[in-house]
């Protein structure tokens, strides 16, 4: 499915809007006056060092850090406080081992006051969606990892929220698995329309799913750079372009020569 | 059971024939105690005269005569009556000032606090008090047993509530639940291991300070009663008799009951 | 040759020397911590036992359940305590032996005066103090004050309890009544709003204190017993001539703990003393009717089911000292 993009400026208003965000945590500054928006439906992925803040800026739009300084809005409004409408994926599947496949699905209807009839209807569907159905009253440590993501991400999908963020959730998952998650989740955007955030350490994913791609340095933590990705959908991960672009951000990373240029650390780099 | 597709986590069980021979083992070392106990008690009757150590049979066969009489059923019955009443308090305030104590930081410090110091004075120690305050009856002994099980109970408790992962927590939180809400569904049922072995620990305790503290005084019923009555009037079979119940009943509440209980609320770690 | 004459001297100086000291027999006596025991602390501490010849080390237990298992035990060598204690064991194939009275029981039984109790009768579902479960004036108690009145152990709520505990009770209202000897029941007459509605030396006089010692100190220390004997029958003497001073003897013993007891009230503990000592009867003597009334509380005790096995009297009691003792007096 072909799915044409439109460039991420001049949006009435943008989903997310972070302006000056300073994030520190007693003497440390994670995060330094950073400043981005995000539009309705977009794909953003951030990638950058380990200790770079990525996490902590998920943390922060999802509502479960207040930050130091600046303004997080979503919606036009303060984030002040975790909300179902913005959820947050983490690494770790996170699924509650006292409570089956099913039950973890259910979790946030039933903190909504969900009737169980509407329960059952949700979230059988979403099984059935993620490919979990028969494994329903099977408990996570009787899973592997991806079928714990995917569970993960049933029950992200289950309170039906318009931003959707996401902390390296493939990252603990071996490579093939990864790339099946991550075609899964691309269906899901697509056909959901919902804004993601997807923080990753893996380029390649970050290329092959995203809008635009964040560049974070690392502490204190700002935006490096952000590279739009422009290739339609579906997408070759193969493709010379996406290698390319790898080498850019790579690059940029500090990580890799860029070809026919010296690395110069520390300063805005272009192709 | 479902086939599973995918690389899902499947471990072997055992099958159901060898179930009499799991029984078997398991309460082998049972048997040899026993037995063991049995030798070294009919050794030491052999070597002391009878009105000091009765040998094993004749206890024996006055515990069969007194479980068939009505007042010593009363009497035991009536010691069951304190630990049932005392313990289930004790689990009830263990478990709620276990929770409490984990989500608010400076009812924690205080309880610690209170703790350290209350907890090392041997639980029957308080009869005396107990009976100029509260008369004379059942109610100082439930007092003891509360006291007795309510310590390991709310330390065990306390200590969970402060490992329950972060992770969980935040999961709930992102999901919109509330206080209450986290209690509920994030700590209480994390925290059930714990109290599991706190329980078990906090009976022991309670089952021991039961007895001691029927015999200290203020009682005129009870297997504790019933063991001081005997040895004052010179009746030693009784008394062993009376040791006997004791051991026994003990074994069959720890054995048959709490282990079921902690069985099926751990279903999913045993799965 | 002449180092070995000295070396022989030197000891046979020494031997004598020592003579005296080994003429001190050893012996342990143990006795209740209760006033009924009294001439043992009397024989004690005014040097009775020592002027006999015996080198005593007194114990003292809480109550005769418990001595009677230093006595069956081995662990002490002559016991005063309630008489019952003997027979239960003796029932049981211990051997031991009645020799000698202490004291006749006194036990009364008083009641808060606001809890309408004039009678036993009407101790009927109320609550009563008693002594150590299992002792003889616990027997006393249950089969014959209760039974006196047509009631058994099932319709009063008996509270077992230490004395002093029974006292602080009663003067708290947290109990109806109780059965305490002295010097517990001066001190409650003196101190709590209560009436003595029984006394069972009034009514039902019966041997309580005995002296008893295991069969084997027959055997081994016939002379041992006979000192012990004469010592505490001087020590009654005593008491009988010269009570004041035996009251001064006796208090630090028996009233230390309750001096204190009373807030705002100031009893002198020598009155006390005194009450008790009138109120008590001290006597060596093991007559014909306490020989009778032993019969008859081994029967209440088959009665109440604390005793298994008939128990002969003469089995458990031994005269033979307390006759010598008699036939010595001028």
Same mark, same amino acid.
């Given at each position: ?108 209807? !039933? ?132 290698? $390319? ?27 | ?75 035991? =019955? ?194 | ?88 064991? $003796? ?30 009768? !009407? ?19 249950? =089969? ?21 505990? $029974? ?164």
């Amino acid at each position: 499915m072909e799915v044409s993009l439109a460039a991420p400026a001049a949006e009435p208003r943008p989903k997310i809007a972070v302006e000056k965000l300073v994030q520190s945590f007693g003497a440390l500054t994670v995060i330094d006056r950073m400043s981005l928006s995000v539009a309705e439906g977009e794909f953003l992925a951030i990638i950058g060092p380990s200790g770079c803040g990525k996490s902590t800026l998920l943390r922060v739009l999802a509502g479960l850090v207040s930050p130091t300084s600046g303004r997080v809005r979503i919606d036009g409004v303060d984030v002040d406080g975790p909300d179902p409408r913005r959820h947050l994926v983490f690494q770790e599947h996170a699924l509650y081992p006292w409570r089956t496949v099913y039950k973890n699905v259910a979790l946030g209807l !039933e903190i909504e006051r969900e009737n169980a009839q509407k329960i059952k209807r949700k979230v059988t569907g979403l099984l059935a969606l993620v490919g979990l159905e028969p494994f329903a009253q099977y408990y996570p440590h009787q899973l592997s990892g991806g079928m714990r993501q995917r569970a993960a991400l049933a029950r992200a999908l289950a309170v039906e929220p318009d931003v959707l963020l996401l902390d390296e959730p493939f990252g603990a998952l071996d490579a093939m698995t990864r790339l099946t998650l991550q075609d899964e989740l691309l269906r899901i955007w697509l056909h959901s329309g919902k804004t993601v955030v997807l923080v990753t350490h893996d380029v390649e994913e970050a290329l092959f799913l995203a809008d635009r791609v964040l560049i974070m340095t690392t502490v204190p933590g700002r935006i490096r750079e952000i590279i739009p990705v422009g290739e339609k959908r579906p997408r070759d991960r193969g493709s010379a372009n996406l290698a $390319a672009l790898k080498r850019t951000v790579l690059g940029i990373l500090g990580l890799e020569p860029v070809i026919g240029n010296v690395r110069v650390p520390d300063t805005n780099f272009s192709i | 059971m479902a086939e599973r597709a995918g690389t899902a986590e499947a471990v072997a069980r055992p099958e159901a024939h060898r179930g009499w021979f799991d029984g078997f083992v398991r309460v082998l070392p049972y048997a040899v105690a026993f037995a063991s106990i049995l030798l070294g008690w009919q050794l030491a009757a052999l070597l002391f005269p009878s009105y000091l150590i009765p040998p094993p049979r004749k206890v024996f066969l006055r515990v069969i005569e007194e479980l068939g009489r009505r007042s010593f059923l009363v009497t035991v =019955g009536r010691s069951f009556y304190r630990l049932a009443v005392g313990f289930t308090l004790a689990s009830a305030l263990g478990l709620a000032i276990g929770l409490f104590c984990g989500i608010w930081q400076f009812f924690r410090r205080t309880v610690r606090a209170l703790v350290a110091i209350l907890q090392s004075v041997p639980p029957i120690a308080w009869v005396p008090l107990f009976i100029v305050l509260l008369g004379f009856g059942d109610a100082p002994i439930i007092l003891v047993i509360i006291i007795a099980a309510f310590f390991p109970m709310t330390v065990s408790v306390m200590n969970a509530v402060e490992q329950v992962e972060a992770l969980h927590v935040d999961v709930a939180r992102v999901l919109g639940a509330d206080r209450a809400q986290l209690v509920a569904k994030v700590y209480a049922p994390a925290v059930i291991p714990a109290i599991v072995t706190g329980a078990q620990v906090g009976f022991g305790n309670a089952w021991r300070s039961l007895i001691a503290a029927e015999m200290v005084g203020g009682v005129n019923v009870g297997l504790g009663w019933f063991i001081n009555f005997a040895g004052e009037i010179a009746d030693m079979t009784a008394v062993l008799a009376g040791i006997f119940v004791i051991g026994v009943f003990s074994a069959l509440l720890d054995g048959l009951v709490l282990e079921r209980l902690k069985r099926r609320l751990l279903k999913w770690k045993y799965l | 040759m002449a180092l070995i004459r000295k070396a022989v001297g030197l000891a046979a100086g020494i031997c004598l020397m020592a003579a005296p000291a080994l003429a001190a027999e050893k012996l342990r006596v143990a006795y209740v911590h209760v006033f009924d025991d009294a001439p043992v602390v009397v024989a004690r501490d005014k040097g009775f036992f020592a002027a006999e010849g015996l080198d005593a080390q007194v114990t003292m237990f809480m109550s005769g359940p418990t001595l009677v298992k230093g006595l069956v035990t081995d662990q002490t060598d002559l016991g005063v305590l309630g008489f019952t204690n003997a027979i239960t064991w $003796a029932a049981q194939g211990a051997d031991l032996k009645i020799i000698g009275k202490v004291q006749e029981g006194y036990h009364s039984l008083v009641a808060r005066n606001d809890r309408g109790i004039k009678s036993l009768k !009407e101790l009927k579902g109320k609550s009563l103090a008693s002594q150590a479960a299992g002792s003889t004036a616990d027997i006393v108690l249950k =089969g014959v004050v209760l039974k006196s009145a047509g009631l058994t152990e099932k319709d009063v709520n008996l509270i077992y309890t230490a004395p002093s505990t $029974a006292l602080a009770s009663l003067r708290a209202g947290r109990v109806d009544s109780a059965f305490l000897f002295e010097p517990y029941d001066s001190i409650a007459k003196a101190s709590a709003p209560v009436t003595e509605i029984y006394e069972i030396g009034k009514v039902w006089p019966f041997p309580c204190m005995v002296v008893i010692v295991p069969g084997k100190l027959i055997k081994e220390r016939p002379d041992a017993v006979k000192k012990a004997l004469a010592a505490l029958k001087r020590s009654m003497e005593f008491m009988k001539e010269k009570p004041a001073e035996a009251a001064k003897v006796l208090a630090p013993s028996f009233m230390a703990e309750e001096g204190l007891a009373m807030e705002g009230k100031t009893l002198p503990a020598d009155e006390i003393m005194l009450k008790s000592l009138k109120n008590n009867i001290f006597d060596w003597r093991l007559a014909k009717k306490d020989l009778s009334r032993m019969e008859e509380l081994t029967g209440v005790m088959k009665e109440l089911g604390i005793l298994k096995a008939d128990v002969p009297l003469s089995s458990v009691v031994d005269l033979r000292w307390q006759n010598e003792l008699e036939r010595q007096k001028p």
